[in-house]
């Protein structure tokens, strides 16, 4: 047996954090989700271990399960894994982190300590005897961390503890009486959840039970050793937990004559090494304590982590270095919207924006605009689809290209929707954006023979495309380019943002939404300017038209063919789109949300946490001007009426190919020829009812 009969104080080994990467990931993500502003103190776990190498001082570890709240370390991996109950403050600046007042701080987790000691509280759970407190400043933009850990311990001025002597575990007991203790070691942990840090083991008969049966044991004259899971391997010294844990056993045993009295504390250093499990680490040493009282007039409380300087001072770690590329890009790209949800707009529903998969039809000024700031808003999923080819005079204005695209002309892959979708990829890798290139069939596009089978083909494609996708987005040059998505959009009841230029003024709409019931999407009689449309009544982009699409490219000069417009126009027009979009999906009815025009009083605002949604926004820079009409449905619209939609659900392809070869078949169809043979002959009779007449 080996003792030391000297008289020393002891020496407690601190706590050592030991921080995982992913505990920082987590941290950002609860702060930007969960805590936003709220700079409260929140629960947290750290884990430690008694069964680590040797010469090793405790270590409390975090990862990213340290902010569940129902982690139970215990049931996973090695069973003498403690859970250790804390709690964390992150501060919004690091203003508030440098000036927060660390010592006033620390003794009010003392102070916690001390109230459960006094109270029965750490008797019935002597676990709350460990504790931590956490205190963070959290650059979320750089990823840089300042952060202090501090252990609470008790600390009586002018009482210390003393180590009367040492013993080696093995030497103290028998082999027999060692495996004897560990066997009801291990049954006493298995009547609790979590696993107990602190013990005591009857001298006669080696039953190990709870601290609070070792005290009675102990006030009724009974030689109890009370013992505890000891984190430090360093075998000279205990661990920082028996501070606390003798500041109880003061307070609670029973008091002499005398003004200290003795206790013998089994340092338990359970752990495995080479395949089995081993003791020897494990010591027992006798320890004088002093006697205090509930009405202890001082208790300072000391404990804040010292950096790596051995300093009093917070530490500092970041974490753009070791993070993926890619990760830091995702958690960037969301920094923005999730900042919204802080303070400015704490209803909004991210998800539901960043879940829409959206298809754009065009890649030119338009659709690059609408790309990138779809992805600024957080939308995954983007495909492009464009048939022409990145020239020369695009990368000025179409913001997804640079000069080297238009190298190469026709000898290169350089189409537009290929090309748009990689660089999107290269401003933010962790969108899905795909590039499709594919030529939309237009009424008025004579389709010969030679050709009708590929335009088949292109026409399955796009159905399948727009059935994949959620909202469709109409950004191409010409007017009759936008019939077919329109028509197929509106079978599929999804929902579509149409965007179209002139040279100063611009036009922004949604498309009306139809059930699919064609009673219920029959259009009102009795319709008024001021009343709201409902979603399945408003009008589509065609719906103001009584002469059908045609083709609109004949004839026509350069300056006609291309889209001239005033250089920031399609930026606005594309900003528009999307927060237009944006508001839709914050309404709590979606797609199916009814009209608000320009004359209705703004109450609505408070159906959705973005604001209004408009059916139509025109613009016009001259001006510098913008109205909200909103319109209802026509029904003999050559795009969205009931008869269009019937037909094509019926013909099908056969259907399209007549419009493809004969635009005015869209009028025989709706009835507009009709309608404007009528009014034709109205004005006939109207005009000979106002001429002279030789009998007037």
């Known amino acids: ?37 709220n700079d409260d103190f929140k629960d947290l776990k750290g884990f430690c271990s008694t069964c680590s190498s040797n010469n090793l001082p405790p270590i409390l570890n975090f990862d990213y399960s340290s902010f569940k709240k129902n982690v139970d370390k215990t049931k996973i991996g090695h069973e003498n894994v403690i859970i250790v109950e804390g ?16 010592n006033k701080l620390i003794d009010e987790f003392g102070q916690t300590i001390w109230n459960d000691i006094k109270s029965t509280k750490a008797l019935d759970d002597p676990n709350r005897l460990n504790r931590f407190c956490l205190i963070v400043f959290a650059n979320l933009k750089n990823y840089v961390f300042h952060y202090w850990f501090a252990f609470p311990a008790l600390t009586f001025p002018l009482k210390s503890y003393y180590q009367l002597r040492k013993t080696k575990f093995l030497d103290y007991f028998s082999i027999e009486q060692s495996e004897l203790i560990l066997e009801n070691m291990d049954r006493f942990q298995l009547n609790f959840k979590s696993h107990q840090s602190f013990f005591a083991i009857n001298s006669e008969t080696l039953e190990v039970f ?46 002499t004559e005398y003004e200290t009295r003795n206790f013998e504390i089994v340092l338990f250093r359970d752990r495995y090494h080479g395949g089995e499990r081993k003791s020897d680490l494990s010591l027992i040493i006798e320890v004088e304590i002093f006697n205090i009282s509930e009405n202890e007039e001082k208790i300072n409380t000391i404990g804040w982590e010292r950096n790596e300087k051995s300093q009093l001072h917070p530490r500092i770690v970041n974490m753009s270095g070791s993070m993926n590329t890619e990760k830091l890009a995702e958690s960037a790209v969301s920094l923005n919207l999730k900042l919204m949800k802080w303070r400015i707009a704490p209803d909004i529903n991210l998800e539901i924006i960043r879940n829409q998969r959206c298809l754009l039809l065009g890649s030119g000024t338009l659709g690059c605009n609408v790309a990138r700031c779809l992805m600024a808003w957080g939308v995954e999923h983007i495909t492009f689809v464009d048939n022409s080819k990145v020239s020369y005079s695009n990368p000025v204005r179409q913001s997804l290209f640079v000069f080297q695209d238009s190298i190469g002309g026709e000898s290169k892959e350089n189409h537009k929707s290929i090309k748009a979708a990689e660089n999107l990829k290269l401003i933010y890798p962790g969108v899905d954006a795909n590039g499709i290139v594919l030529s939309i069939p237009m009424p008025g596009h004579y389709v010969g023979e030679n050709i009708r089978s590929k335009v088949k083909n292109d026409v399955k494609q796009l159905e399948k495309l727009i059935k994949e996708h959620d909202c469709i987005f109409l950004l191409m040059d010409t007017r009759e380019s ?23 003024s611009y036009l922004v709409m949604r498309h009306g939404v139809k059930t699919g019931d064609i009673e219920k999407d029959k259009l009102p009689t009795n319709f008024h300017p001021d009343q709201k449309i409902s979603s399945n009544h408003l009008g589509c982009y065609f719906c103001n038209d009584i002469v059908a699409p045609g083709n609109s490219t004949i004839d026509r ?56 949604v408009p059916h139509q926004i025109r613009g016009y820079l001259h001006s510098f001007s913008m109205i909200l009409p909103a319109s209802q449905a026509f029904d003999k619209c050559t795009a969205c009426s009931i008869e269009i939609l019937e037909t094509y659900k019926r013909e099908g392809f056969d259907f399209l190919i007549k419009v493809f ?36």
């Open 1 to 37: 047996m080996q003792s030391e009969n000297e008289k020393d104080l002891i020496k407690f080994v601190p706590f050592n954090s030991c921080i995982n990467p992913s505990f920082w990931f987590e941290l950002n993500k609860v702060k930007l989700d969960d805590y936003m502003l």
């Open 87 to 102: 709690q964390i403050k992150i501060f919004n600046t690091i203003n508030e982190f440098n000036l927060l007042d660390k």
């Open 210 to 255: 709870s601290v609070r049966e070792g005290v009675n044991l102990h006030n009724c004259g009974k030689k109890v050793l009370f013992g505890l899971y000891d984190p430090n391997s360093q075998s000279n010294h205990p661990g920082w937990p028996l501070r606390n844990y003798l500041a109880l056993l003061a307070l609670k045993c029973k008091k």
């Open 557 to 612: 000069t350069l300056d006609q063919q291309c889209t001239v417009s005033r250089p920031g126009l399609s930026m606005i027009a594309s900003a528009l789109a999307v927060e237009l979009f944006a508001n839709v999906m914050q309404h709590p009815l979606r797609q199916y949300v009814p009209s608000i025009c320009s004359n209705h009083k703004l109450d609505d605002t408070k159906e959705s946490c973005l604001g209004i």
């Open 661 to 696: 070869n004969d635009p005015n078949y869209l009028e025989d169809v709706t009835g507009l020829k009709e309608l404007k043979a009528a009014l034709d002959e109205a004005e006939f009779d109207l005009v000979s009812g106002l001429s002279d007449s030789d009998d007037s």
């Open 482 to 504: 936008r019939w077919l998505p329109t028509v197929i959009s509106a079978s599929e009841k999804k929902l579509v943002i149409n965007s179209a230029l002139g040279f100063d």
